[in-house]
Nanobody, 122 residues
């Protein structure tokens, strides 16, 4: 129903900004809550941010609050993650996901992208 492809990752120095994009295909994209998750080496996948179908509600993990901004453009079938003031601890594979409810639990998201690597050097 929904196919997701992330892009925009890369190798950057601490303090630099990146914007990740998640391009979606499928005719029901606008009805989904969208989330961003990340997984660092040796760690479990963790919640980063989510946004409601109409973009009126957003929620962020404490670790990224004030630095990251999630947004979506339903007309373009795309969700974004603007990442500012990047830190080495932000290094991870970042995944976008689509789900039917507002949640931080990865298991509740039915559709996932392949991930994009973000590496932040000191």
């Amino acid at each position: 129903q929904v196919q997701l492809v992330e892009s925009g990752g890369g190798l950057v120095q601490a303090g630099v900004s990146l914007r990740l994009s998640c391009a979606a295909s499928g005719r029901t994209f606008s009805s989904y809550f969208m989330g961003w998750f990340r997984q660092a080496p040796g760690k479990e996948r963790e919640f980063v941010a989510r946004i409601s179908w109409n973009a009126i509600s957003t929620y962020y993990a404490d670790s990224v609050k004030g630095r990251f901004t999630i947004s979506r453009d339903n007309a373009k079938n795309t969700v974004y993650l603007q990442m500012n003031s990047l830190k080495p601890e932000d290094t991870a594979v970042y995944y976008c996901a689509a789900g039917r409810i507002a949640t931080m639990r990865s298991r509740e998201y039915a559709y996932w992208g392949q991930g994009t690597q973000v590496t932040v050097s000191s």
